[in-house]
Structures are given as C-alpha cells and as structure tokens.
C-alpha cells in the first residue's frame, strides 16, 4: 500500500505563488499514476491534475491551467504542485491521490490512495 503525505500549504495573497509537496512511501512509486484534487469548504472534491507514472502526461482542470503545474521525481517518490497566480477560488484542501496503472482519471472514485491534504488560502 502506498502512504501519501502532503505539506507546503498555508495562506498567501492573490497574485502569490505555493508550491506543494506529495511525498509518498513504498517502493513502487513509479507504477502510479499521480493527481491532486481539492475541496473548498461546502463543495465536492474536485479534479486538479495528474501526472502518469513517468511523468511524460499531464492534464490539468480548466480552472488551473496555465497556472498551475504538476510535476514528479520517482527517485525522491515525491510529486509537486507549483501554483502561480494564485486566486481566491483556489482556496481549499488540497489533496494528493495515487492510482496504480497506465490509465489515469480526473475521477475522484478512480483513485486508490489518499493523503490527509493541506489547507491553501488565498486571500484577496
């Protein structure tokens, strides 16, 4: 089983730039797939990005793309979030996700593992 920890949240301004941290246990890390979601406070989790298990795929939500970017390290079992231009509707739990396979989701469902998250708050 893979276990997920994810770090680097805290509260910014809009216009600020976060970079999260997924840092992951197991050996096998470079068979998952890798995504972060989020949940704002009163609304259902939400698609974010993913990353394959070589990192040579990526998608990214509507709402983020251009401004977010996911990235990952398979020998340091580390997957990041950099957030530029950060928004107040960005504000939220921010959770990591691994699913193990060549198929990835934007499906919350679809994903095996779980992280506690970390809480990102943009104020304006």
């Known amino acids: 089983q893979l276990q997920l920890v994810e770090s680097g949240g805290g509260l910014v301004q809009a216009g600020d730039s976060l970079r999260l941290s997924c840092a992951a246990s197991?050996?096998?890390?470079?068979?998952?797939?890798m995504g972060w979601f989020r949940q704002a406070p009163g609304k259902e989790r939400e698609f974010v990005a993913i990353?394959?298990?070589?990192?040579?795929?990526?998608y990214y939500a509507d709402s983020v793309k251009g401004r977010f970017t996911i990235s990952r390290d398979n020998a340091k079992n580390t997957v990041l979030l950099q957030m530029n231009s950060l928004k107040p509707e960005d504000t939220a739990v921010y959770y990591c996700?691994?699913?193990?396979?060549?198929?990835?989701?934007?499906?919350?469902?679809?994903?095996?593992?779980w992280g506690q998250g970390t809480h990102v708050t943009v104020s304006s």
């Open positions: 996700a691994a699913r193990k396979g060549i198929i990835t989701t934007t499906v919350v469902g679809g994903y095996e593992y």
């Open positions: 990353i394959s298990y070589n990192g040579l795929t990526t």
């Open positions: 197991g050996r096998t890390f470079s068979q998952y797939a």
